[in-house]
């Protein structure tokens, strides 16, 4: 079945493999970006290249963004299948980071998506069916030094997941969270870094580590010849492949040993999510109405 898909976040590599690899599948697709120019030029013209249909959208911004939806429903005719992929990281001592500093990475990891839901909604909403995949991360429920303010973000990200997961599956609208490991990505790269400098310096020689913790584990991942953002890309497609109403509802990609912990705690939390939603009586909530 050829899916329109919306994919947020098209110029970094998850977005970028996701979009080539969903279009090589028979798929329609318009990716988002905040420019198709500058820094994003090659990238976005490899897209188009492919296939890609490109929308110019800022996910930190509410007109951006209702106008950035409206304009792929228009290319594409429709829309059945977003990927809420825009994301930004953040390394460094969390006392270091100002509130500005977390905010600026919250205001795409979490009011970014909710800024997209609130434009496809009422479309998917309206024609009774659709698929909402979200980007979280290894370390979206569990915090490692230096990655807390990213991990905050995530952690926020799943929380909204796991509530318009309940809320829309009377509207027939499933919900799905891809769970990636750390990849050699120019994401690793381009997370923020505190801007209180002044406050780093009493952290004396730990004020070094959050940038040797980076360096060394960007070396661990790339030296595992699984560990590429590929494996993210083809996890999103069999996804989208899977037939309605039949998707996980978390799905882990990673080949450096997270994999097999993050899946035990997955499962512990569905029991516990179940028993609680059962408990409240609200259970029904869990069961995606079909049509």
Do not use: W
């Not at 977005?15 to 198709?36: D, F, K, P, Y």
């Not at 500005?100 to 909604?121: H, T």
């Not at 004396?204 to 580590?209: Q, T």
């Amino acid at each position: 079945m050829k899916h329109k898909i919306l994919v947020t976040g098209a110029s970094g590599a998850f977005g970028s493999l996701a979009c080539i690899q969903l279009v090589e599948n028979g798929h329609q697709v318009v990716g988002t970006m905040r420019s198709v120019s500058g820094k994003n030029e090659r990238i976005a013209d490899e897209l188009k290249n492919c296939g890609v249909d490109l929308v110019e959208m800022d996910v930190t911004s509410e007109d951006s963004v209702i106008e950035g939806v409206n304009s792929a429903i228009d290319v594409m005719g429709g829309l059945d299948t977003v990927f809420n992929n825009a994301g930004i990281g953040a390394n460094g001592i969390l006392e270091c980071f100002t509130a500005n500093d977390i905010q600026k990475m919250f205001d795409v990891n979490v009011f970014g998506v909710q800024r997209v839901m609130r434009a496809v909604l009422p479309y998917l909403r309206q024609q009774g069916k659709g698929t909402i995949i979200h980007t979280s991360s290894c370390i979206g429920r569990v915090t490692t030094p230096f990655l807390a303010s990213y991990s905050a973000s995530k952690y926020a990200l799943e929380s909204l997941a796991e509530g318009y997961r309940a809320e829309l599956s009377g509207f027939g609208i499933e919900s799905c969270i891809v769970e990636p490991g750390g990849f050699p990505t120019g994401f690793m790269g381009g997370m923020i870094t505190p801007s209180d400098a002044e406050r780093l310096t009493q952290y004396g020689e730990m004020a070094n580590l959050p940038e040797a913790s980076l360096n060394g584990y960007v070396a661990y991942v790339e030296s595992i010849p699984e560990q590429r953002p590929e494996r993210v890309a083809e996890a999103v497609v069999n996804l989208v492949n899977i037939p309605f109403g039949e998707k996980p509802f978390r799905t882990v990609v990673d080949f450096s040993g997270l994999k097999q912990p993050i899946e035990n705690y997955n499962e512990v939390l569905s029991e516990t999510t179940k028993a609680i939603y059962t408990a409240n009586g609200v259970e029904n909530l869990l069961t995606l109405n079909r049509g």
